[in-house]
């Protein structure tokens, strides 16, 4: 949208200015055009999208720690590889993110240590514990699959440096609820001690997974100025309702049951009806007293120090490479 802005500024006084700007962004944003980094914008729109974007980047990092458990203890080379290649495509998306957040001129290093010291979070969601092979299934399905119908929207972000992120990021996720899908049918479908062990994992994952939409929209703090800047399409709920309605008839050609008495068909609406979620359970995982929060943190910030020599080396490299280049110029 670089054009909407630039006829603005021959107004006098800066107040005025500023006013014609954040005209011209709210027109350009209305019709649909996309918003660049060299774009004027408002600072809040600016810092909403760092917020937004942190916490996205944040949690693909942070969910590479539950599964990687599992890696070593993979049950054939075929699931190794498999979960392997999905781990790494986590910590794809979140570089795609952070070099995403960048274009708004905050560093990478300055979002690590915002996570690293608790003044930015992660999803929620990486605070619960995988404790058998099942939960590689069941993250896979329930999480990428939640993860999938909040990104989705996201490829029509107003942010144009997001919003492309998002179209690879969506495309690897849909990968990643397949092979969750397909590891817990041969779990289902296999010996009873498999098929409750996944039956057993979606019980765990079930609930978490509802809330990773976020809160109801009545309480939901930013939701209303984000649809406007057309950062979000869709309320939490909308977005909820959306991902009981697919996992309702995937659950069943499954063979598994969602842990939910209340979940039935409502002919009127045409949508599921479920359960109250516990929104006490969520606010105090958000607070930090999750089953795996301390941990989660911990192995990160150690990873970080266990990193900073190849971080150091890559610069010296970087360096050298640029020393040489002016020496050859000169
Ligand atoms: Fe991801
Ligand atoms: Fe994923």
């Known amino acids: 949208m670089a054009t909407a802005a630039a006829h603005q500024t021959d107004t006098a006084g800066e107040d005025t200015a500023t006013g014609g700007y954040e005209r011209a962004f709210d027109a350009a944003v209305a019709a649909e055009e996309r918003v660049e980094p060299r774009d004027w914008m408002p600072d809040a729109y600016r810092a909403t999208l760092v917020r937004q974007m942190a916490q996205h980047a944040h949690s693909e990092i942070i969910g590479m720690q539950p599964e990687a458990n599992w890696i070593t203890r993979a049950p054939s080379l075929r699931r190794k590889a498999i979960l392997m290649a999905k781990v790494q495509d986590e910590a794809g998306h979140g570089l795609y993110l952070y070099s995403a957040a960048e274009t708004l001129g905050t560093s990478?290093?300055?979002?690590?240590?915002k996570l690293h010291s608790g003044r930015q979070k992660y999803?929620?969601?990486?605070?619960?514990?995988?404790?058998t092979w099942a939960d590689v299934g069941a993250i896979g399905w329930l999480v990428?699959?939640?993860?999938?119908?909040?990104?989705?929207?996201?490829?029509?972000?107003?942010?144009?440096?997001?919003?492309?992120?998002?179209?690879?990021i969506c495309k690897e996720e849909s990968f990643h609820q397949r092979q969750g899908y397909e590891l817990l049918?041969?779990?289902?479908?296999?010996?009873?001690?498999?098929h409750a062990m996944a039956q057993d994992a979606v019980d765990r994952w079930w609930w978490p997974s509802?809330?990773?939409?976020?809160?109801?929209?009545?309480e939901s703090a930013h939701s209303a100025q984000s649809m406007t800047w057309k950062i979000k399409r869709?309320?939490?709920?909308?977005?909820?309702?959306?991902?009981?309605?697919i996992c309702v008839p995937q659950a069943?050609?499954?063979?598994?049951?969602?842990?939910?008495?209340?979940?039935?068909w409502n002919e009127e609406r045409q949508r599921h009806d479920f359960g109250p979620i516990?929104?006490?359970?969520?606010?105090?995982?958000?607070?930090?007293?999750?089953?795996?929060?301390?941990?989660?943190?911990?192995?990160?910030?150690?990873?970080?120090?266990?990193?900073?020599w190849v971080r150091e080396a890559a610069a010296a490299y970087a360096a050298k490479r640029t020393g040489r280049a002016e020496g050859e110029r000169a």
């Open 108 to 113: 990478r290093d300055e979002l690590l240590d």
């Open 123 to 131: 999803s929620s969601i990486f605070n619960y514990p995988t404790l």
């Open 144 to 168: 990428d699959g939640a993860a999938i119908t909040n990104q989705v929207p996201l490829c029509r972000c107003s942010y144009g440096p997001y919003a492309r992120a998002m179209v690879r």
């Open 185 to 194: 049918l041969a779990l289902s479908r296999g010996t009873p001690e498999q």
């Open 210 to 218: 509802l809330m990773m939409f976020g809160p109801p929209d009545d």
């Open 234 to 245: 869709h309320s939490n709920d909308e977005l909820r309702q959306r991902f009981v309605d």
């Open 252 to 264: 069943a050609s499954l063979g598994l049951t969602l842990p939910d008495p209340e979940l039935r």
């Open 278 to 308: 516990d929104w006490a359970e969520f606010r105090a995982v958000l607070k930090g007293n999750g089953p795996c929060n301390e941990q989660r943190l911990s192995q990160r910030r150690r990873a970080h120090e266990d990193g900073a």
